[in-house]
Nanobody, 119 residues
Framework: EVQFVESGGALVQVGGSLRLSCAASGITFKDYAIGWFRQAPGKEREGVSLISGSDGNTYVADFVKGRFTISSDNAKNTVFLEMNSLKPEDTGTYYC????????????WGQGTQVTVSS
């Protein structure tokens, strides 16, 4: 019943752009923060960006700041990650996850969408 579905991943050239979407269903959006994580092969999963469904506060990791922008359409329970000036090191599987703002627990995770940046 609760689902988080990422989409928008693709193979792109260096310097290109993508917009990832995270469509959430079965939750009350305002009770969660929605975060984007990524994991490259052989690397640790890392947090990329986050937006609060409650107050709209955002976080963007330093390594993508100025290139990535997070936004949301609360009425549609959808979070976006606009990715610009893509670099090969941005390659990885991008996951959407939801943190309960009361418990602080990351309750739900999507299946991931693949982003590949080629030179």
């Amino acid at each position: 019943e609760v689902q988080f579905v990422e989409s928008g991943g693709a193979l792109v050239q260096v310097g290109g752009s993508l917009r990832l979407s995270c469509a959430a269903s079965g939750i009350t959006f305002k009770d969660y923060a929605i975060g984007w994580f990524r994991q490259a092969p052989g690397k640790e999963r890392e947090g990329v960006s986050l937006i609060s469904g409650s107050d709209g506060n955002t976080y963007v990791a330093d390594f993508v700041k100025g290139r990535f922008t997070i936004s949301s359409d609360n009425a549609k329970n959808t979070v976006f990650l606009e990715m610009n000036s893509l670099k090969p090191e941005d390659t990885g599987t991008y996951y959407c996850a939801a943190k309960d703002l009361v418990s602080g627990i990351w309750d739900y995770w999507g299946q991931g969408t693949q982003v590949t940046v080629s030179s």
